[in-house]
């Protein structure tokens, strides 16, 4: 096992990966900006050091990490999600520099990290994919013919874009005309890259990803699935498991894709393979994530297997602790990313000072966070204040329990998207599994959550009252 981890991340990822070492005694060394001085995980880390300049450059700068962890005496690097997590030039100065890098293979970063290549080997080994181009669009002309033979809608994507970035649905031709050079600048200048390439757009699918393990030692396995597809802007916001949609037929059908898609590139450590089911429940390959998840905790909350220590081990030469045949979903589960967002504004960010923080309790209440009450949410980064995990025997119970735990949950000095995640669970459309990636989109005007901010400035103020009135 390794001597010393640092974790080249921020956040409540950087504190998932710590408390994941601590339970396996690995002392851990933390980077952190100037704004994430007061950062939780910098707090429950064995050792922190300064990786600036600048609030996000020096998450970024692959050289100054690796001479950090050479300055610390650490053997392995974990990268957790975002920043350099997916970069396969970080894995590769990663093994040239004596560390290892706990993930993926840099080869199998680089066969999933471009979509369009991707899509060309999940074609070759009988995936299904979207219909849709495999190669990068040479130019708008080519786009056009395309487009007119498949029919529209259609969507440009970044080739080596994710989260959203690089991507424009086009109804008709004069809307690609107007959104390819957008979709190309878009792609650029987040991914240092132009390609794009074309696919059918699928109306109202639903997201649904295949979570996997795979060891030096050729074992492949997968825990079962996560619905992804309570979505804003193509942003992920409550995940859950196991899915409403699937059964035993469709889920081992697509868990087995998502193995084949792992070995086709060679791959190791924890990934995840996406998928676009249609209402016909069809499905069709979308992208690989090269790393651990966000939502990954829906996952073990129903498994039991803890993910980050799988990957800790696999990276150490150890076998998957767990056979495929040993795998079993029990219960259901249900995150939502509590963000610092105001639901009324268009979900604008909302740094600034936590006031008061107090957090729900109880049987099958998980958080993973890295704020408290003084915390100050900088505006330089993502908007995630915690992750708030629910477990319960039953779907119905699942849902009941978030509703008490958002009840529970209390921050003040910025809006979040909290009384938001309330009106879903109370929609009945939710309730009943009656939802797809256009959910959002289509039941705005249902979540109004103006009603509820009122309420909540209108007891702080009635408290303000009392605590006035009672220093008199």
């Given at each position: 096992m390794f001597k010393k981890v640092l974790i080249a991340n921020r956040g409540e990822i950087a504190l998932r990966i710590i408390r994941a070492c601590k339970e396996?005694?690995?002392?851990?060394?933390?980077?952190?900006?100037?704004?994430?001085?007061?950062?939780?995980?910098?707090?429950?880390?064995?050792?922190?050091?300064?990786?600036?300049?600048?609030?996000?450059?020096?998450?970024?700068?692959?050289?100054?990490?690796?001479?950090?962890?050479?300055?610390?005496?650490?053997?392995?690097?974990?990268?957790?999600?975002?920043?350099?997590?997916?970069?396969?030039?970080?894995?590769?100065?990663?093994?040239?520099?004596?560390?290892?890098?706990?993930?993926?293979?840099?080869?199998?970063?680089?066969?999933?990290?471009?979509?369009?290549?991707?899509?060309?080997?999940?074609?070759?080994?009988?995936?299904?994919?979207?219909?849709?181009?495999?190669?990068?669009?040479?130019?708008?002309?080519?786009?056009?013919?395309?487009?007119?033979?498949?029919?529209?809608p259609v969507m440009l994507k970044a080739s080596a874009g994710g989260g959203g970035r690089g991507l424009r649905i086009c109804k008709d031709r004069?809307?690609?005309?107007?959104?390819?050079?957008?979709?190309?600048?878009?792609?650029?200048a987040s991914f240092g890259k132009e390609a794009v390439y074309l696919e059918k757009y699928i109306h109202a699918p639903r997201h649904i990803e295949f979570q996997i393990l795979a060891d030096q030692e050729g074992n492949v396995i997968h825990l079962g699935e996560r619905d992804c597809s309570i979505q804003r802007r193509?942003?992920?916001?409550?995940?859950?498991?196991?899915?409403?949609?699937?059964?035993?037929?469709?889920?081992?059908e697509m868990g087995e894709a998502a193995i084949a898609a792992a070995r086709s590139v060679g791959y190791t450590s924890a990934g995840t393979v996406e998928f676009l089911v249609d209402s016909s429940r069809r499905y069709y390959f979308l992208e690989m994530n090269t790393r651990i998840q966000v939502e990954h905790t829906v996952t073990e909350e129903i498994t039991g297997v803890d993910l980050v220590k799988e990957m800790i081990r696999i990276a150490a030469g150890r076998p998957i602790s767990i056979p495929q045949s040993q795998v079993f979903l029990r219960g259901h589960a249900i995150e939502c990313r509590i963000n610092a967002e105001d639901p009324q504004k268009n979900f604008i960010p909302t740094p600034g000072k936590i006031t008061a923080y107090s957090s729900p309790g109880g049987i099958g209440i998980r958080i993973d966070g890295n704020v408290y009450a003084g915390y100050v949410v900088p505006p330089y980064y993502d908007s995630l204040l915690a992750k708030l995990t629910v477990r319960a025997?039953?779907?119905?119970?699942?849902?009941?329990?978030?509703?008490?735990?958002?009840?529970?949950?209390?921050i003040r000095g910025v809006k979040t998207s909290i009384p938001f995640y309330k009106r879903i669970m109370e929609d009945p459309d939710f309730q009943t599994g009656h939802f797809d990636t256009t959910y959002i989109d289509s039941h705005l005007d249902k979540l109004n959550v103006a009603a509820d901010y009122f309420r909540m400035d209108k007891m702080l103020a009635i408290a303000a009252a009392i605590a006035a009135h009672s220093k008199r």
């Open positions: 396996l005694s690995i002392p851990t060394v933390a980077i952190h900006s100037e704004a994430d001085a007061t950062g939780l995980y910098v707090r429950k880390a064995d050792e922190a050091c300064l990786v600036g300049p600048g609030p996000i450059e020096g998450y970024l700068n692959i050289y100054r990490i690796i001479d950090l962890a050479k300055q610390k005496g650490v053997d392995a690097i974990h990268p957790g999600y975002g920043f350099l997590a997916e970069n396969p030039e970080f894995a590769q100065a990663c093994q040239e520099s004596g560390l290892t890098f706990i993930g993926p293979p840099a080869a199998a970063m680089r066969a999933m990290g471009d979509k369009v290549s991707a899509r060309q080997k999940m074609k070759e080994i009988g995936v299904p994919i979207v219909p849709g181009l495999i190669e990068p669009i040479a130019s708008l002309n080519d786009a056009v013919r395309f487009a007119d033979e498949i029919g529209y004069e809307d690609l005309k107007r959104h390819f050079p957008i979709a190309q600048t878009e792609a650029k193509h942003q992920k916001l409550i995940e859950i498991a196991p899915s409403l949609l699937l059964d035993e037929r469709l889920r081992r025997r039953t779907w119905d119970g699942a849902v009941q329990r978030m509703r008490r735990a958002l009840d529970e949950y209390v």
